[in-house]
């Protein structure tokens, strides 16, 4: 089915209700005109113009005031009341929509039509690192010392991150176009397989832009410790095995400041090797452009291995059938993801900057 297909002289058709839903749902999600565009196209068959998705974003608020006035309904409230009741919303933000309606003497469905309509819904709070104001501000200088950086500059550091991955975990949400009929479809839902025995590991990966990915390496638990989990001494052996692949001259190695990582054994092997570093601030993972690879090798593992959800066995056997997957997964991730992540830098900084050292999107 084709939206804006023109036949002669016909006109292009009307957009259906449920299309339009689709578009502005997507939208709400944060997907850009070009996603929309292109998920509506793929998913369902469906063409449309960037014009004709801008337009049905546009004038979704007036549809859904011309909804609440159909069959000579009066409005059940004036402009003074809705900004009124916008304000109520955002001096507790965290009040649930029930509570709202019922401060206000409205119902839920009401105050949830005229809280859209000026750009406002319940939406789930984003999970991020607690920061006091002494990170939020060493955060902002430390912006401040890099945002004059060129691309090229930040193509000079080898960046580095380790993850946990979990068995069963795969680190994205799915969304789903549906009738509300639909909710309980198999097609509908986001299947959570159930645990077996727990088995996670540890990986650690780099990347430069002027040498690449360096492999996925499984860090290994340390029998001496007393807890004989990963220590400082299981990352220098990462380090001293595998940075070299990735470490080339006149390049600074970052790494956040996680114990295993300013352990004075770690310190003293970066000093004899004679290893520059890039100083980094507390609690920032999101400066880090590795942090979103990971997301990707957590999905594409299952692609790799899916029977690796419900498979019995012993924990060692399945943590390495976890390792096969996870190191197949960080191989398959597109070359574009990694040449993209650098450039992004200067943006970042620039948002931190902005945000006066407090949370951004990045």
């Known amino acids: 089915m084709v939206l804006n297909e023109i036949s002669g002289n016909a006109r292009p058709r009307e957009l259906k209700p449920y299309e339009r839903a689709q578009i502005v749902t997507l939208h709400d999600t944060g997907l850009s005109t070009n996603q929309i565009q292109s998920f509506i196209q793929n998913k369902y068959s469906l063409q449309c113009t960037r014009a004709t998705i801008h337009n049905t974003i546009r004038l979704e608020p007036e549809r859904i005031e011309d909804h609440s006035l159909k069959d000579d309904r009066e409005r059940k409230t004036t402009r003074e009341q809705d900004i009124r009741l916008a304000e109520l919303a955002m001096d507790d933000s965290d009040q649930s929509t029930l509570e709202l309606a019922a401060r206000v003497g409205l119902s839920a469905r009401t105050v949830q039509r005229r809280l859209k309509e000026r750009g406002l819904r319940k939406w789930q709070k984003a999970r991020v690192p607690a920061l006091r104001l002494a990170d939020a501000a060493a955060r902002l200088r430390w912006c401040n010392d890099h945002k004059d950086w060129t691309v090229e500059q930040w193509n000079k550091v080898v960046w580095f991150d380790e993850c946990s991955v979990a068995r069963g975990k ?78 080339g001259e006149d390049l600074l190695f970052q790494q956040d400041n996680a114990p295993i990582h300013t352990a004075n054994v770690v ?60 190191c197949a997964s960080w191989e398959a991730i597109d070359e574009r993801h990694f040449s993209s992540l650098a450039s992004s830098m200067p943006r970042c900084c620039k948002a931190v900057i902005e945000a006066e050292g407090w949370y951004t999107g990045y």
């Open 170 to 247: 795969t680190g994205r949400q799915k969304w789903v176009f549906r009738p509300a009929k639909d909710k309980w479809k198999p097609y509908a839902v986001q299947k959570n397989w159930a645990r077996r025995e727990k088995v996670s590991q540890m990986f650690w990966g780099a990347f430069s832009q002027e040498h690449g990915r360096s492999t996925l390496v499984p860090m290994e638990r340390d029998p001496d410790a007393a807890r004989r989990g990963v220590t400082a001494k299981s990352y220098l052996k990462v380090l001293q095995e595998h940075l070299p692949t990735v470490l």
């Open 267 to 326: 310190k003293e092997w970066f000093r004899d090797e004679g290893i520059k570093k890039l100083d980094w601030p507390s609690y920032s993972p999101n400066l880090n452009p590795m942090e979103n690879l990971w997301g990707p090798l957590k999905h594409e593992i299952y692609e790799q291995d899916f029977g690796l959800r419900t498979v019995r066995g012993t924990r060692e056997g399945v943590r390495k059938r976890l390792v096969v997957a996870g």
